[in-house]
């Protein structure tokens, strides 16, 4: 992601497109299934609740990661053509396409113009309509055009990012077609579920985690450039703060599960497994080697996202039509 890639898929396609999949980070494809995954854990826990058929969860998915590849390709964008001056700065993202000037500022604007419209069609086909899930996808709209700033402005845009990709667990409901905030003229008033709150708090943690690691790559260049980041807060600090926090995100997902009744096998892999990967990745990441950094973010992602989801599908499995799976 540092810059003039050309390794892997990248390779089969036509040089002309190859600055502007550098610049949405196609491959490898960890920016996109780090987005696209919250957005999974809200699907699968709005189908455990709904006992949906695994036929609508799948196309549900499917028309998901469609809106969070257009949704991933014009956040990148947006984020490239605001970071520009300072990734020219930066060793590391120098050579990324706009500081190189493969791509100029005005197709970079025009390119996630057709991005954003991608994703409005997406969100469009959500069965809420175009109108409610807009209203709900304004936070993370919102919240992602600031982040570019916030490295700026403030020293926690790790918080920032999370709650932008942690937001995704809400869209994941509302593509089932579940409202987490719901308002009924009686009484009740405004009922809001609180596992997806709880979901949506333990997974922005989980993010600020692996990006205060992916953050170190270019903490030496930050601190003379003057980007603010918790990398450059804490420093030598970091894994201190990271142990309890991680301790906050178990703590989380642990609620998560009891707010929803869900059962072993989700505290098994989504809270046993996601904690034990991130702590092995806090335990071994050496924060002063920047190839160690970029490992473990590009691999530990994985483990973390992975053990969630198999958390999800197998409560799922186990109270839909995929129970004899398990007899």
């Keep these: ?100 000037g493969s791509i100029t500022p005005k197709a970079a604007i025009l390119f996630g113009a057709t991005q954003v419209l991608g994703a409005v069609i997406f969100l469009a086909c959500m069965p809420l309509g175009l109108w409610t899930s807009g209203l709900y996808a304004l936070p993370n709209i919102i919240s992602t055009t600031y982040y570019p700033f916030a490295k700026r402005h403030t020293r926690f845009p790790q918080l920032v990012l999370g709650f932008c990709l942690a937001w995704g667990v809400v869209m994941g409901e509302l593509a089932m077609g579940v409202q987490p905030l719901a ?37 030496q260049a930050d601190l003379k450039v003057g980007i603010k980041s918790l990398a450059v807060l804490l420093q030598d600090r970091t894994k201190a703060v990271l142990w309890p926090v991680l301790l906050l995100m178990t703590g989380l997902l642990v609620e998560a599960g ?50 969630i989801m198999i958390g999800l599908l197998v409560e799922y499995s186990r109270r839909s039509d995929f129970s004899f799976l398990w007899c």
């Design 258 to 307: 009891r707010a929803s009744g869900l059962g072993t096998s989700y505290h098994l892999f989504a809270v046993g497994g996601a904690s034990l990967s991130l702590g092995l990745m806090v335990w071994c990441v050496d924060l002063q080697d920047s190839r160690s950094c970029w490992w473990w973010f590009s691999n530990g992602f994985w483990w973390t996202g992975g053990t």
């Design 1 to 100: 992601y540092g810059g003039n890639d050309k390794s892997g898929v990248l390779q089969v396609f036509p040089s002309a497109w190859l600055p502007y999949l550098q610049l949405v980070r196609l491959w490898p494809p960890a920016a996109l299934l780090l987005i696209f995954f919250p957005h999974a854990f809200g699907i699968l826990l709005a189908a455990i609740k709904s006992q949906a058929p695994a036929e609508y969860v799948l196309r549900t998915s499917i028309t998901v990661f469609g809106g969070c590849f257009f949704f991933s390709n014009a956040a990148h964008t947006w984020n490239d053509l605001i970071d520009a001056p300072l990734d020219a700065q930066v060793e590391r993202t120098r050579k990324r396409p706009i500081p190189r």
């Design 183 to 219: 308002y009924s003229p009686d009484a009740a008033g405004v009922t809001v579920d609180t596992s997806v709150i709880f979901l949506v708090m333990g997974t922005a943690l989980w993010v600020l985690i692996y990006d205060t690691i992916y953050a170190h790559q270019d903490l």
